[in-house]
């Protein structure tokens, strides 16, 4: 079946411009997390999301950075007024569940610049 | 709270050659371990992880893995290398609601 997929793969911005970009989840997994890869580093957890609901939005650096998944399925994490430092592979990744022994899959990754 | 090093930024070995990855956690209860693999332009893929019970864990593509409480590791292995496991590695350990991840080890097979 299909895996996570990530879109756009590559988004090039200006700063100070707004952004979003979208995950979609394999189907009939309910928790779906966004984590950030800077370069040379390991991914970051950023927000997690069980259903509908942020569980955890512990990771998010500051308020620009927002997610949402108003639907249980689809997420989009949405960047304002974008920085230079924001820049990075930004990871999605889905389970069944939240159970430990459920693998977290990933995305490919969408990789953003900011210019 | 949970983490994980890997000391080697970078690893060449020869293609046929054993393989050793270290990686090092810091938790005070038994952790959930996890080794990934990530090739250019791919998402992270799950190789194995070490939840309880058998200390060495077997995994896909002929890797292993083996924890050792008393020495807080928990490093990958595998008996001879080919030139399609050449990528990026990453231990990580599970937090309270994320994957905390190394920062990385980078493999090149040498032919």
């Known amino acids: 079946g299909a895996g996570v997929s990530q879109t756009p793969s590559n988004k090039v911005t200006e700063k100070g411009k707004y952004v979003e970009l979208r995950c979609d989840p394999i189907?009939?997994?309910?928790?779906l997390y966004w984590y950030r890869q800077s370069l040379g580093q390991g991914p970051e957890f950023l927000i997690y999301f069980q259903g509908t609901g942020a569980a955890d939005d512990s990771g998010l650096p500051n308020d620009r950075f927002f997610a949402v998944r108003p639907e249980g399925s689809v997420s989009t994490l949405k960047i304002q007024r974008t920085e230079r430092g924001d820049s990075a592979v930004y990871l999605c990744?889905?389970?069944?569940?939240?159970?430990?022994?459920?693998?977290?899959?990933f995305g490919p990754g969408t990789r953003l610049t900011v210019l | 709270a949970q983490s994980v090093t890997q000391p080697d930024i970078h690893i060449t070995v020869s293609e046929g050659a054993s393989l050793e990855l270290r990686c090092n956690y810091s938790?005070?209860?038994?952790?959930?371990l996890f080794w990934y693999v990530q090739s250019p332009g791919q998402g992270l893929q799950l190789l194995l992880k070490?939840?309880?019970?058998?200390?060495l864990v077997q995994g896909i593509k002929g890797f292993e893995a083996e924890f050792k409480r008393s020495q807080s590791s928990f490093n990958l292995r595998k008996p001879s290398v080919h030139w399609s496991d050449a990528a990026e590695y990453f231990c990580a350990v599970e937090g309270n609601n994320d994957m905390r991840f190394g920062a990385g080890t980078r493999l090149t097979v040498k032919p």
């Open positions: 189907s009939g997994h309910t928790a």
């Open positions: 990744a889905s389970s069944l569940t939240k159970r430990s022994a459920d693998t977290q899959y």
């Open positions: 070490y939840f309880s019970g058998d200390t």
């Open positions: 938790y005070g209860a038994t952790p959930y």
